[in-house]
Nanobody, 122 residues
Framework: QVQLVESGGGLVQAGGSLRLSCARS????????MGWFRQAPGKEREFVAA????????YYADSVKGRFTISRDNAKNTVYLQMNSLKPEDTAVYYC???????????????WGQGTQVTVSS
């Protein structure tokens, strides 16, 4: 069974940077697409970024395009989210997910991490 553990969240000032990591274990040789989602208090969980199994294809929500970068290192079973030029509106719990294809839809992902808090101060 696939297990995901996020790390790297914390408090950062507006304009700063943060890198999130998601470590994956289980199901060797499986070609999982990976995604990042976030959820702020009182709001629906929203798509942030996704990457295919090889790392050759990525796409982003318009709100983070040009500021965030998703990448993966399959040798380490780890996916990253590099966040630059952070804004207070980026404050949320960030979740890592694994699924069978690159998608912005929650239903496309079968496995989820526990989430890590990102707080951006004004």
């Amino acid at each position: 069974q696939v297990q995901l553990v996020e790390s790297g969240g914390g408090l950062v000032q507006a304009g700063g940077s943060l890198r999130l990591s998601c470590a994956r274990s289980g199901r060797p040789f499986s070609r999982y697409a990976m995604g990042w989602f976030r959820q702020a208090p009182g709001k629906e969980r929203e798509f942030v970024a996704a990457i295919n199994w090889s790392g050759g294809s990525t796409y982003y929500a318009d709100s983070v395009k040009g500021r965030f970068t998703i990448s993966r290192d399959n040798a380490k079973n780890t996916v990253y989210l590099q966040m630059n030029s952070l804004k207070p509106e980026d404050t949320a719990v960030y979740y890592c997910a694994a699924g069978g294809g690159t998608s912005s839809a929650r239903y496309a992902y079968d496995y989820w991490g526990q989430g890590t808090q990102v707080t951006v101060s004004s």
